[in-house]
């Protein structure tokens, strides 16, 4: 009885690869929303109604968008599966019902995407983690900051707002006193409150910041984190020349610093602040290529 021949190592080599189990992927994905799914509408409420957290709606449409752009490469991905993945997703499990149990929202919120990466891990492995890790990163961007760390962050801020203000309208020889976050003019007494400390502007221009290096600058990873960084002088000097503004046109209208005036005038400055945060991308660009232009070939 003849043996059956064994295969070439070019047969071999030609063998199909396995295949990521999208479709296993998918179940898990859907399981997790359903097992989660208190968790996530009461994040969505949020986002509806904190002005802070309005780009949460769109960072899981961006996410998503940026694995499509990706498909090409994650379908030559070649499945390596982790039992670390399923240690990621009893960790998730137990962190939910941990902060189910003391009412913490960032934790119950985290645990989401604790579960995530678990289920990739254990079903895609290493490579397809490492493929997904900036679309996974960006989903930071749709949790709320804990209240105390949001606290410890925005009264600095409302501080050096009202204390640039100050400086600003003095300088420019309007009278004012400012005690602590509040600005007292001979018109009326203006106070930088939690929403008017930047936090806003800081948060939604992180992230677009990310979006805008991604899709200019996908193969300069360092121009990426510099103009990451850029984005917290950038929407410091925005919101505290918000505020010299709302201060001497009080001087003149107070009427256009309240009400749909003053919303519209925040809208006109995070405008301003896109803009320098383009002119900051061409700027960076500009001195990168100038510094390799003098570089001494070896």
């Given amino acids: 009885m003849p043996l059956p021949a064994e295969k070439s190592p070019e047969a071999q080599s030609a063998a199909p690869a396995p295949a990521i189990p999208w479709l296993l992927l998918a179940w898990c994905a859907a399981l997790l929303v359903i097992t989660y799914l208190p968790i996530l509408a009461r994040m969505v409420s949020q986002w509806n109604n904190d002005d802070d957290m309005g780009h949460g709606f769109f960072v899981p449409l961006v996410a998503l968008y940026v694995v499509w752009q990706m498909r090409a490469e994650l379908l030559e991905i070649v499945p390596r599966p982790s039992w670390f993945g399923a240690v990621l997703l009893l960790w998730g499990a137990a962190q939910m019902a941990v902060g189910m149990l003391g009412a913490e929202l960032f934790l119950q919120r985290t645990a989401f995407l604790v579960s995530v990466v ?13 493929a997904l890790r900036f679309p996974l990163c960006m989903l930071l961007f749709m949790i709320p900051i804990p209240a105390v760390i949001y606290n410890q962050i925005t009264f600095p801020l409302q501080l050096l707002a009202s204390r640039v203000a100050e400086i600003a309208l003095t300088t420019i020889g309007i009278p004012v006193l400012r005690d602590g976050n509040v600005l007292e003019l001979a018109s009326q007494k203006l106070s930088v409150v939690e929403a008017c400390s930047g936090i806003r502007s800081l948060l939604s221009l992180s992230f677009l910041s ?5 899709f200019f600058e996908e193969n300069r990873t360092i121009i990426r984190w510099l103009l990451f960084l850029a984005t917290v002088p950038i929407a410091i000097a925005a919101n505290s020349f918000r505020v010299s503004l709302t201060g001497i046109i009080s001087e003149y209208n ?45």
């Fill in 118 to 130: 678990g289920a990739i891990l254990f079903l895609g492995g290493w490579p397809l983690l490492r």
């Fill in 210 to 214: 990310l979006v805008y290096g991604y």
């Fill in 254 to 298: 107070p009427e256009l610093a309240q009400g749909f005036f003053h919303s519209l005038e925040g809208w006109v400055i995070f405008v301003f602040a896109l803009v320098l945060l383009v002119a900051c991308h061409r700027l960076i660009v500009r001195i990168t290529e100038v510094l390799s232009s003098r570089r001494v070939p070896a």
